[in-house]
Structure formats: structure tokens, C-alpha cells
């Protein structure tokens, strides 16, 4: 099974908290938006494993100085048919019509730049990883997936390049 996790960080913990996950095994990425670090991890069979194989030693993460201030999980019920195979430019969380989540989950895997495409429980439905040069390309892509028919809204985070906070 695979789950990504959204943490809000204390200001100034960022990094602490995105290399105490990535050393636990998990990918992590910093990004810019309504949460702080997106992580997806997996190596878990139950949800009871899940969350004391990631959740709750993430919850932890500099408990005395209160730096991971919420936690949101997302379960993969679908997993994209492709794997990530480098670093995203951002990722797109989406809320789409349920009766259409199968059809605009297809059409959503061949637009240009979406690099994985994965069905979650969860306060969205699908979560994008797209790549783009720039955040003209950006919006190109986003305007695609808005086009799609089921489509009801998104959540855009840009992820800093790793250069930046490694």
C-alpha cells in the first residue's frame, strides 16, 4: 500500500522535519502552499502498520519544540500505472464529480506534463505530480485538466527544488 502524508511545519523546521522523513525512507518534498511537506511513502500492508511504521514516528518529529503541526494523510486506492521517476515541478490535488473519477482519471494521465496520477481517500480524490519549465507551463497544464470534464477544483503546490533545501 501507498499513502502520501501533509505536513505543516513549525516556521524554521522545515528542513529538520524533510530530512528526519527522507532518512526514514520515505521521498519528501518541500513545497509551497497549503501544507508544507508532501511525503509518500509505502512499505505498509494495514492501516494499523501504516501508522505506526510512518504516522505516528512522523507525528513525533521534534515533539518537544511542537514542530509538526498537522498531519494529513491521503491512501492510494489507485495507484498511477507509472512510477515518478524524478522530482516534480509541483503537485495538483483534485476534487472531481465521483461518478467521473475512473474516465477523468484516464484522461488526466495523457495530458502533457503529468508525470503520475494517483486515486486517494481522502479530503481530494486524485493527486497529480506534474512537470513544467516554469509556472507559465504550469498554467498551461492547469488549464488542460480544468478543461476535462469531472473536474471540480484544484490545489496547486509548487515544490522548491532540492537544491534548496538539501
Not at 41 to 65: C, L, R
Not at 95 to 120: C, E, H, Q, W, Y
Not at 121 to 135: M, S
Request: glycine share 4%.
Amino acid at each position: 500500500m501507498w499513502a502520501y502524508i501533509g505536513i505543516k511545519a513549525k516556521p524554521g523546521t522545515h528542513r529538520r522535519i524533510h530530512n528526519e522523513i527522507r532518512d526514514m525512507g520515505a521521498s519528501a518534498y518541500m513545497v509551497c502552499g497549503e501544507i508544507d511537506i508532501i511525503c509518500k511513502v509505502n512499505q505498509f500492508n494495514t492501516i494499523s502498520e501504516f501508522d505506526s511504521k510512518w504516522h505516528e514516528p512522523i507525528s513525533k518529529i521534534g515533539a518537544e519544540e511542537n514542530m509538526v503541526r498537522a498531519i494529513q494523510t491521503f491512501i492510494v486506492a489507485k495507484e498511477s500505472p507509472r512510477p515518478l521517476k524524478k522530482e516534480p515541478y509541483a503537485f495538483i490535488f483534485l476534487k472531481i464529480i465521483p461518478s467521473r473519477i475512473d474516465i477523468t482519471f484516464s484522461s488526466l494521465l495523457n495530458l502533457d506534463g503529468v508525470m503520475t496520477a494517483d486515486v486517494i481517500y481522502g479530503v481530494y480524490d486524485v493527486i497529480l505530480t506534474v512537470d513544467a519549465k516554469d509556472l507559465k507551463e504550469l498554467e498551461s497544464i492547469l488549464n488542460k485538466i480544468l478543461e476535462i470534464p469531472g473536474v471540480l477544483e484544484t490545489t496547486t503546490m509548487v515544490v522548491f527544488p532540492s537544491e534548496v533545501y538539501t
